[in-house]
């Protein structure tokens, strides 16, 4: 008996593709954490990890399973439902925008006609469970990480959607397919350089990354809205936050860099993921390396680089590109 | 507005000088060794462990005559000196050394006193320890054990 008999494809299609991305969202987390300790040692010319694996390399598996086998701690006088929820609320919109994300031009789950605007729709949640876990855990700490963290999300999250909409603007689409598609003869970078830059300052922002990240400053605020999180509470905000910067460059290398566009390898249907994880990585370890770089911002140099920087020069570089538009039109 | 791209140019030239120290940091080999495996030596002659006897290289044997003058010179006491008189030999000969390293403040002033430079700071920094008498040393003892 064939298994479509009584399992519609459509619903077997869905279930492989839910697998495919839930254990990609836990490998990128690995890999990414490797790669982050391993590259702030080598920023600190520290060799990392060296301890568990030759170089370190079980190290991750060692720290997830130590998380699991923590205890979830409740503390005191939290809000249960909310305290429990937000952790989940962090974890399931940054895996939600794998779904529409092109690794290759067959690699995909579903071609949205709409997908930039869900994905940004779904990562704008990521500011609420921030909110509700700074809220809940009943901590000065925490609600002070969640306060900055949603006036940080709010600010940056203009300049993201006036460069974004610059760039659907140029190719005329919504659909990420048609995005990477619209780049096959010259990448967008190379038109709109200014775009590009803005969009990867403001993505850093909106992931929480160093040096913007204000929400878990451990100087001022120990560990800011999960100052209260244990074991897995603690490890979905932390595959939430790799999850994202997988994401925004993704999204990034979309937009901007050619997606799955590349020297022709052979199968380029299926193959072109090479070059779009290639992208994407590199533009992951450019995170990691200003991370390693930068001080953290005070808050006023954050909300001051947002509307004082980004916002205009993202509106101006907006409204040219219109401009221009119209005119190469008539 | 004045100076505000002007701000912008010199900002983001600083940043990017910034991103080039690290980088080139990264390519740069490791200083650090995987301490309890792997130990480096103390490589300052400024360094200032506890303090040891020196040997006489024509003898083989202490340099010191015992004087005293370094228990005298230690502000907190924790230099103990004893000697005897042995016949055939001049002068006294030193019978016990010991430093009670848990009140040395490392000032140095035993190490300035001694006239016949038979004490100087040690390099040794792998001194932790469980007791308090792991800290009373027998510096006589230690000299002869280091051969």
Redesign the interface.
């Given at each position: 008996m064939e298994i479509t008999s009584f399992l519609p494809p459509d619903i077997i299609r869905m279930i492989v593709s839910a697998v495919v991305i839930i254990s990609f969202v836990f490998l990128n987390a690995m890999v990414m954490t490797y790669a982050e300790r391993k590259l702030a040692g080598h920023f600190q010319r520290r060799p990392g990890p060296m301890e568990v694996g030759s170089h370190g390399l079980l190290q991750v598996i060692v720290d997830g399973l130590k998380l699991i086998g923590k205890q979830l701690i409740l503390p005191k006088d939290v809000d249960r439902p909310l305290f429990r929820l937000a952790p989940l609320l962090a974890f399931i919109p940054v895996v939600l925008p794998f779904i529409v994300i092109p690794f290759s031009e067959k690699l995909q789950v579903a071609d949205l006609n709409i997908g930039l605007i869900f994905i940004l729709a779904i990562s704008s949640l990521n500011g609420m469970a921030v909110l509700i876990a700074g809220w809940s855990s009943n901590n000065k700490y925490s609600l002070f990480g969640a306060l900055r963290s949603v006036a940080q999300n709010i600010a940056y999250e203009i300049p993201i959607l006036l460069v974004v909409l610059t760039v659907a603007l140029m190719a005329n689409t919504f659909s990420l397919k048609g995005l990477v598609e619209a780049q096959s003869g010259m990448w967008f970078i190379l038109l709109q350089p200014v775009a590009f830059i803005i969009y990867f300052i403001a993505g850093l922002a909106e992931t929480n990354r160093a040096p913007f990240d204000l929400s878990e400053a451990e100087s001022e605020l120990t560990a800011g809205f999960h100052t209260e999180y244990s074991g897995m509470g603690f490890s979905l905000f932390f595959l939430g936050e790799y999850a994202n910067m997988f994401v925004v460059c993704s999204i990034a290398t979309i937009l901007f860099l050619g997606g799955w566009h590349g020297i022709p390898l052979p199968f380029l249907e299926y193959t072109g993921v090479f070059w779009f994880l290639l992208k994407v990585y590199a533009l992951l370890f450019v995170m990691i390396w200003c991370r390693w770089t930068y001080p953290r911002v005070r808050f006023d140099q954050l909300m001051n680089l947002a509307w004082k920087y980004l916002i205009p020069f993202s509106l101006v570089n907006f409204i040219i590109t219109a401009i221009v538009l119209v005119i190469v039109k008539l | 507005m004045s100076g505000y791209f002007s701000e912008?140019l010199t900002g983001g030239k600083s940043?990017l000088v910034?991103?080039g120290?690290?980088?080139k940091?990264?390519l740069?080999?490791?200083?650090?060794v995987?301490y309890p495996r792997e130990k480096t030596d103390v490589t300052s002659s400024n360094y200032r462990g506890h303090i040891e006897l020196v040997r006489n290289p024509e003898t083989g044997s202490f340099k010191c005559i015992a004087c005293g003058l370094c228990a005298k010179a230690c502000p907190s006491e924790c230099i103990t000196v004893k000697s005897e008189k042995r016949e055939g030999v001049k002068g006294k000969v030193l019978t016990v050394f010991q430093l009670d390293f848990t009140k040395c403040s490392l000032c140095g002033s035993c190490v300035e006193a001694c006239n016949k430079g038979a004490i100087r700071f040690s390099q040794d920094y792998n001194i932790a320890g469980f007791t308090k008498e792991e800290f009373h040393y027998d510096l006589l003892k230690r000299l002869e054990e280091m051969g």
């Open positions: - | 912008i940043l910034g991103l120290v690290t980088f940091a990264m740069q080999p490791v200083v650090t995987q």
